[in-house]
């Protein structure tokens, strides 16, 4: 391991300034509970999308594609040749646990006439709009446009059925370039430029169902962010008549609970956080960037895990080393910073304390189980629970370990087992909190726990990122003065 880390900025200059200058009179002791109750409450807000259209588009269809769910599945959109969609719908997005997605009923059908639907389904109610579409652009699509358009609310233009309409045609390249001009060409009539995608909602893998999920997952919290200091600026500074009418409306809506509201409130009475310093502070946190340490001794595999976690074999360009000098990054992982610390019985075996100075600079780590003997690994989650951090332990290679221990005539399960009371245990005698262990191959990310080892760090790094985000900002505002 090397006995010196560059660590690099863990936000970008200019964001850093903006928060330097408005936390420039607090002080650095106040500022990580503060921050993080306001954190907490932003954690509580909601966002409203509504999948809007006209009966028969594919809304629930689409709604079903974009949370990965069958139409036979347990809370899947019911679909169907009729209009299945009675009354607007509520749905829980599964990776953005922020976000709730509002199927509307279609517009144009007897139930729900052209001339009342907007009202009817009440648009101010949300935040953002998916406008669907199938076969061509109508006049009730650019009416629904017209509607959103006065509300100065975001929405996406989103053709279904492309898999129907590109099987009619001899060139399909050709008929998608004419679909979606044609989308466009009525769009640039009111000078807009909206996205435009075209989705099949049954061949997912195909056309811009994987970038419309992508893209919505890039801007949806940045468009949160926004939204929720808008309210605050409403709330804070608009006047008492504006101020009820927002709060009635995120009351209405529960976006916050009555406590959050309250809770608000009090702090801009007692700390300034208004809506300037909110949208400030948001959007550093958007581009703040954890530091994740994976720790094992030499041939342990920390590297081989790093490049699991990024998605590359080892041999591959871009694979992490056992170097430590650039940190590996994931698009499974935004804004997260993979370090391979590998080798870590050079140092800790010489001095501990030098080993705590190195662990401070982290948010969060992995540690790695390898020699059991030497208990390196009980020593680090000590050195980590006093630096009052998080982390998750890992046993790699355990396919290995099985095969060595086939003459014991158990089943691998019996065997698995067998390894993890063995941990419980040494946890135990070391004093240690009680900590799950993932048994895995990282060249078989099916294999044992390594599905349930990345979605516990995904969980954990949800958790922790307010706190580590509250406390870096602290230390930047203490070194300034």
């Given at each position: 391991?090397?006995?010196?880390?560059?660590?690099?900025?863990?936000?970008?200059?200019?964001?850093?300034?903006?928060?330097?200058?408005?936390?420039?009179?607090?002080?650095?002791?106040?500022i990580?509970?503060?921050?993080?109750?306001?954190?907490?409450?932003?954690?509580?807000?909601?966002?409203?999308?509504?999948?809007?259209?006209?009966?028969?588009?594919?809304?629930?269809?689409?709604?079903?594609?974009?949370?990965?769910?069958?139409?036979?599945?347990?809370?899947a959109?019911?679909?169907?040749?009729v209009?299945?969609?009675?009354?607007?719908?509520?749905?829980?997005?599964?990776?953005?646990?922020?976000?709730?997605?509002?199927?509307?009923?279609?517009?144009?059908?007897?139930?729900?006439?052209?001339?009342?639907?907007?009202k009817?389904?009440?648009?101010?109610?949300?935040?953002?709009?998916?406008?669907?579409?199938s076969?061509?652009?109508?006049?009730?699509?650019?009416?629904?446009?017209?509607?959103?358009?006065?509300?100065k609310?975001?929405?996406?233009?989103?053709r279904?059925k492309?898999?129907?309409?590109?099987?009619?045609?001899?060139?399909?390249f050709?008929?998608?370039?004419?679909m979606?001009?044609?989308?466009?060409?009525?769009l640039k009539?009111?000078?807009?430029?909206?996205?435009?995608?075209l989705?099949?909602?049954h061949?997912?893998?195909?056309?811009?169902?994987?970038?419309?999920?992508d893209?919505?997952?890039?801007?949806?919290?940045?468009?949160?962010?926004?939204?929720?200091?808008?309210?605050?600026?409403?709330?804070?500074?608009?006047?008492?008549?504006t101020?009820?009418y927002?709060?009635?409306?995120?009351?209405?809506?529960g976006?916050?609970e009555?406590?959050?509201?309250?809770?608000?409130?009090?702090?801009?009475?007692?700390?300034?956080?208004?809506?300037?310093k909110?949208?400030?502070?948001?959007?550093?946190?958007?581009?703040f960037?954890?530091?994740?340490?994976?720790?094992?001794?030499?041939?342990?595999?920390?590297?081989?895990?790093?490049?699991?976690?990024?998605?590359?074999k080892n041999?591959?360009?871009?694979?992490?080393?056992?170097?430590?000098?650039?940190?590996?990054?994931?698009?499974?992982?935004?804004?997260?910073?993979?370090?391979?610390?590998?080798?870590?019985?050079?140092?800790?075996?010489?001095?501990?304390?030098?080993?705590?100075?190195?662990?401070?600079?982290?948010?969060?780590?992995?540690?790695?189980?390898?020699?059991w003997?030497?208990?390196?690994?009980?020593?680090?989650?000590k050195?980590?629970?006093?630096?009052?951090?998080?982390?998750?332990?890992?046993?790699?290679?355990?396919?290995?370990?099985?095969?060595?221990?086939?003459?014991?005539?158990?089943?691998?399960?019996?065997?698995?087992?067998?390894?993890?009371?063995?941990?419980?245990?040494?946890?135990?005698?070391?004093?240690?909190?009680?900590?799950?262990?993932?048994?895995?191959?990282?060249?078989?990310?099916s294999?044992?726990?390594f599905?349930?080892?990345?979605?516990?760090?995904?969980?954990?790094?949800?958790?922790?990122?307010?706190?580590?985000?509250?406390?870096?900002?602290?230390?930047?505002?203490?070194?300034?003065?």
């Amino acid at each position: 391991m090397e006995s010196r880390l560059y660590m690099p900025p863990k936000i970008q200059e200019d964001h850093l300034n903006k928060i330097k200058d408005v936390f420039a009179s607090e002080s650095s002791e106040e500022i990580p509970h503060r921050l993080i109750s306001l954190l907490e409450v932003f954690d509580h807000f909601k966002m409203d999308i509504a999948v809007t259209g006209e009966s028969g588009a594919g809304k629930s269809s689409l709604i079903n594609a974009m949370l990965g769910l069958n139409p036979d599945d347990t809370g899947a959109a019911p679909t169907g040749a009729v209009e299945t969609t009675k009354q607007a719908t509520m749905y829980h997005h599964s990776n953005l646990p922020h976000v709730r997605l509002w199927d509307l009923p279609g517009m144009g059908t007897p139930s729900f006439a052209s001339k009342s639907y907007v009202k009817t389904m009440n648009f101010d109610l949300y935040d953002m709009f998916m406008i669907v579409i199938s076969e061509r652009v109508r006049e009730n699509n650019m009416l629904l446009i017209d509607e959103i358009e006065k509300r100065k609310k975001p929405f996406y233009f989103i053709r279904t059925k492309i898999d129907n309409d590109v099987r009619r045609k001899k060139n399909k390249f050709i008929a998608l370039d004419q679909m979606r001009q044609d989308c466009e060409k009525y769009l640039k009539e009111k000078k807009l430029d909206p996205h435009v995608f075209l989705v099949s909602s049954h061949e997912t893998e195909n056309y811009d169902m994987q970038k419309l999920m992508d893209t919505f997952k890039d801007e949806v919290s940045q468009l949160r962010a926004a939204i929720f200091s808008d309210f605050l600026d409403k709330m804070l500074h608009g006047g008492w008549i504006t101020a009820r009418y927002a709060t009635n409306h995120i009351q209405q809506t529960g976006k916050l609970e009555t406590e959050d509201i309250t809770a608000l409130q009090d702090m801009y009475k007692r700390t300034g956080y208004g809506a300037a310093k909110v949208s400030v502070v948001l959007e550093a946190l958007s581009h703040f960037q954890l530091d994740v340490a994976v720790l094992g001794e030499t041939g342990s595999g920390a590297s081989t895990l790093v490049n699991a976690f990024i998605g590359l074999k080892n041999e591959e360009c871009g694979a992490a080393s056992e170097s430590i000098s650039n940190p590996a990054m994931s698009l499974g992982y935004p804004d997260v910073r993979f370090w391979d610390i590998s080798g870590v019985e050079a140092v800790m075996d010489y001095s501990m304390y030098e080993m705590k100075q190195h662990l401070n600079c982290f948010d969060f780590y992995i540690i790695i189980v390898s020699d059991w003997q030497k208990a390196r690994h009980l020593k680090l989650a000590k050195a980590v629970e006093e630096l009052r951090k998080h982390y998750l332990l890992v046993q790699t290679k355990v396919d290995h370990h099985l095969q060595a221990q086939s003459e014991l005539y158990c089943d691998e399960s019996e065997m698995l087992d067998g390894i993890r009371a063995q941990f419980i245990q040494e946890l135990q005698m070391a004093n240690l909190s009680e900590q799950q262990m993932f048994l895995i191959n990282s060249l078989d990310r099916s294999a044992f726990d390594f599905v349930s080892l990345e979605s516990a760090l995904s969980c954990d790094l949800n958790t922790v990122r307010s706190s580590a985000f509250a406390y870096y900002i602290a230390r930047i505002v203490k070194e300034q003065k």
